[in-house]
């Protein structure tokens, strides 16, 4: 792209929008160049920064009538590189609408734009009583806009669901400039019920401006245990034996070996560096209902093979047990120059199978690999060791943990629970789903967005995309896991 | 494990749906029958799914359960209870012979709903037959998972007008160890409304609520302990349950012989009706008219506060059943139907014209 066309560009977008507002210069756009996904880079035409929906709707405007490529930015955590530029278009960036615009106490429900920061809703709601409950890790900075494109859970996700129940309408802005509302304050969809559609779109059909939250009061009452196993085995049908029980944990979370041993040397919780596996269980709700569960959990972790079970006696020893599990990553990130994420979901019982296969992948690629595991809703994030100074290391990693997408497939799984595909599982896709899967997504997309031109080349995969991910993938005239149930 | 039928039949209806589509036809898919008088009326060649059945995965661990369309609702909701696990959303049956398929495309939730959360809450994956003969599959059978678009729950409520759906992955909750109905007087619908969003704002284990006529019921679901302690806290006598009884309009509010209406408003919105007699639930979110009313002016009045009117049940056949849609949504709408359904053979103009 020449630099007369983004000059010639950056001046159409100066007639409506304030002139800082319109990012042009190749050391200001650099900023923009990759999200949490810093393996992909690639630097856009311009960054536009609208300040409301009007302008929101003008630069949509220019960009259908000069077919330019948008792709849609809340605060760039995204780790699938779903914020990753086109180098040919525009990356909209919604930070500048930040406004929590109503909050109605007696409906329980905020209206913010999309730029809204995950935390700042829960904390201007706090003196009510109420909170937004969906908390992705990244939600002292990830925006309420990206968290609707990419349909983001986080570690209570099991009791209070992941974003789209957590929704009750959007506003968006149309590829051709144009607003439409999915308003279900009312518990009602007419017609087709697009919400779903839309939450976890991954901004490829629509800009999402405006977005209207549930608040949840806050418990009353939240109380954690731990159980420390000497195999994740044992750790694991704990987990199976406490929703056995008819316990809904607000969180429950693993951690392997390798991943216990990252977090206590970086914050030192306590954590025992023997086990083979801990699980951390919180429970919520009235003081009564805590109480009396708790104790059931203790008794069924010690059933389970537990070799110790740990109460936190007050909120400062709940924070300390959750401490080692929230620094999970940054901890693995301190014991090795770089590191991986992967973002499975399989069925809770394939736990064991799946993490030995891990296991012998890791030792196949001379990678080191530490789990953090969702448990409750089986989401797994493997975390990838490596170092991007080795020449073809990066590579190596990205092949392992394809690998281990695909074995999350072969299991019942999918190839991302919470992180969305972006640009980085796009050759996964191909695996779980068939062409005509793969073809009816395209329809949907051409539904809303006829030109293409939002978010183009993430989420799904085209025909070549996939044929050439599967030639790669053909060892000796076969697919992996020919028997692969997709479903 | 269970007594429902093992039956697949995917060939038989794909090679029908295949042959129908060559031959330019129009199809209505049956199940039960129990929910066939929820939507448009259309003439089209009944086609019978309700043979397509049987549990394909229950694990009750994982809190999902597979399983075939054909499968009756009331058969799974035994093996569900069975296991002390329920649909979190209490689906309603209108009769016997209601299955999983017509629960899914009916989208029509219980009591629960608006403290549990809808079907489309609750769906994961889908099995379709699409309208060019082709069978794919959506979702999945876990409960997070964001690889593509959400196709299966767009599933929900589309009333067969999008494919035959041939699986369902539907997440599950475990049942309550306890639940208990207590009453309430409020003299007026507002000041029920009123009370109902309020204690919304505590952690109350409310799971329904409703007011007819100056009483307001409400149902408390969780740990004995956890329950016994709101209902000391909260007050109001304890009462017979009728949720069931609600669930599948078998209150004498709901007279057989006459038009039933149902608007869905956001819960807090201020009664509309005045003198009109009105049973109110969802905390406020749904509210029925059994009678004669104006639907133009009830939808216009919806309009305004953010809700919709669906002219439910025995209405007169020149009345839209479902709120209508604004042109650019309703257009939008249709070229979704068409990407799943090109020559339009599913159930033809049940939702709107065109959908």
Redesign the interface.
């Known amino acids: 792209m020449s630099q007369t066309r983004r000059e010639q560009l950056a001046a159409k977008f100066r007639e409506f929008l304030a002139p800082e507002n319109v990012v042009d210069q190749p050391t200001s756009l650099n900023a923009y160049e990759s999200d949490g996904l810093s393996a992909y880079r690639q630097q856009p035409l311009l960054v536009l920064l609208p300040e409301d929906i009007e302008q929101v709707q003008q630069v949509m405007r220019v960009c259908h009538e000069q077919r330019l490529p948008v792709v849609s930015r809340g605060a760039g955590t995204s780790l699938s590189g779903g914020a990753l530029p086109h180098a040919e278009g525009v990356v909209l960036s919604l930070a500048k609408m930040n406004r929590i615009l109503k909050v109605d106490h007696l409906s329980r429900l905020a209206v913010v734009e999309a730029g809204v920061r995950n935390l700042a809703i829960s904390e201007a709601v706090q003196s009510l009583g109420l909170y937004y409950a969906p908390d992705p890790s990244s939600q002292i900075a990830c925006s309420i806009g990206g968290n609707v494109a990419e349909n983001a859970g986080g570690v209570h996700c099991l009791k209070y669901g992941l974003t789209l129940h957590n929704i009750l309408a959007l506003k968006l802005v149309s590829s051709e400039g144009e607003i439409f509302e999915i308003d279900q304050r009312s518990l009602q969809a007419d017609g087709y019920d697009l919400l779903p559609l839309l939450v976890g779109s991954e901004g490829m059909l629509g800009i999402v401006v405006e977005v209207t939250v549930k608040l949840l009061p806050i418990p009353r009452c939240a109380r954690v245990v731990m159980g420390v196993f000497d195999s994740v085995e044992k750790a694991g049908d704990s987990v199976a034996s406490i929703i056995a029980e008819g316990i809904i944990p607000a969180g429950i979370e693993m951690m392997d070996n390798p991943a216990i041993r990252a977090a206590e040397d970086f914050v030192h919780a306590d954590y025992p560096v023997e086990a083979e596996a801990i699980l951390i269980c919180e429970l919520d709700g009235t003081e009564e209902e805590v109480s009396s569960q708790i104790e059931l959990v203790e008794k069924v972790l010690k059933k389970g093979g537990a070799t110790e079970t740990r109460l936190a006696r007050d909120e400062a020893e709940r924070l300390l047990f959750w401490s080692g599990r929230k620094a999970a990553f940054p901890a693995v990130g301190r014991i090795s120059p770089d590191y991986y994420c992967i973002d499975g979901t399989i069925p809770r019982k394939a736990l064991s199978a799946v993490l030995t296969g891990v296991r012998e992948l890791s030792e196949e690629y001379g990678l080191r690999v530490a789990n953090v595991f969702h448990a409750g809703d089986g989401n797994l994030h493997p975390l990838i060791l490596y170092d991007a100074n080795n020449e073809g290391e990066l590579e190596k990693t990205e092949e392992l943990g394809s690998k281990i997408l695909q074995l999350c497939i072969h299991h019942g799984g999918t190839i991302t629970g919470e992180h969305g595909v972006g640009v980085e599982k796009l050759g996964e896709m191909c695996v779980q789903f068939s062409e005509t899967e793969r073809e009816q997504f395209h329809a949907i997309r051409e539904c809303f967005d006829p030109l293409k031109l939002l978010n183009p080349g993430k989420a799904i995969p085209t025909l070549a995309r996939c044929a050439e991910f599967n030639a790669m993938h053909v060892h000796d005239g076969k697919l992996q896991f020919p028997e692969l149930d997709r479903f | 494990m269970n007594s429902i039928d093992d039956v697949d039949i995917e060939a038989e209806l794909t090679s029908q749906i295949i042959s129908v589509a060559a031959t330019g036809g129009e199809i209505e898919i049956i199940g039960g029958g129990s929910k066939r008088f929820y939507g448009e009326s259309l003439e089209a060649l009944p086609v019978d799914v309700s043979g397509h059945s049987g549990i394909i995965d229950y694990?009750?661990?994982?809190?999902?359960i597979?399983l075939r369309a054909g499968c009756k609702l009331s058969e799974v909701e035994a093996l569900l209870a069975e296991h002390?696990q329920m649909f979190g959303f209490e689906p309603p049956c209108y009769g016997r012979d209601a299955t999983i398929g017509g629960m899914v495309a009916g989208?029509l939730a219980g009591p629960r709903?608006?403290f549990a959360?809808?079907i489309?809450?609750f769906v994961l994956?889908v099995?379709i037959l699409?309208g060019?003969g082709?069978v794919?599959?959506?979702g999945?059978?876990?409960?997070?998972?964001?690889?593509?678009?959400?196709?299966s729950?767009?599933m929900?409520?589309?009333l067969g007008t999008?494919g035959v759906i041939l699986?369902v992955?539907i997440r599950v909750?475990?049942?309550y160890?306890t639940e208990l109905t207590l009453a309430f007087e409020h003299d007026s619908a507002d000041k029920h409304i009123?009370w109902i969003?309020?204690l919304?704002?505590?952690?109350w284990?409310i799971s329904a609520s409703s007011w007819i006529a100056g009483r307001s019921l409400l149902r408390l679901s969780?740990?004995?302990?956890?329950v016994?302690?709101?209902a000391q806290q909260l007050g109001g006598e304890t009462a017979d349950s009728c949720w069931d009884e609600l669930k599948e309009q078998a209150l004498d509010f709901f007279d057989d012989a006459q038009p039933l209406t149902r608007i869905?408003?956001?819960?807090?919105t201020t009664d509309q009706l005045g003198d009109i007699p009105q049973l109110i639930e969802?905390g406020g979110?749904?509210r029925w008219i059994c009678g004669e009313v104006n639907i133009p002016a009830l939808r216009s009045m919806a309009e305004g506060v953010?809700?919709?009117v669906y002219a439910f049940r025995r209405h007169a056949a020149d009345v839209a059943v479902?709120?209508p849609?604004p042109p650019?949504?309703?257009k939008?709408?249709r070229?979704?139907?068409s990407?799943?359904d090109p020559a339009g053979i599913f159930n033809p103009g049940r939702?709107?014209p065109g959908?």
């Open positions: 694990d009750p661990a994982e809190l999902v597979t002390r989208g709903r608006a959360g809808g489309r809450d994956g099995k699409d060019h082709e794919n599959q959506f999945g059978r876990v409960i997070k998972n964001v690889a593509g678009f959400d196709v729950r767009l929900v409520g589309s999008l699986e992955s909750i475990p049942s160890e009123r969003n309020e919304g704002s505590e952690p284990p969780g740990s004995a302990q956890g016994q302690y709101a869905s408003l956001p819960p807090a969802w979110a749904q953010g809700g919709s479902f709120h849609l650019a949504m309703l939008l709408q070229s979704i139907k990407s799943f939702i709107y959908l």
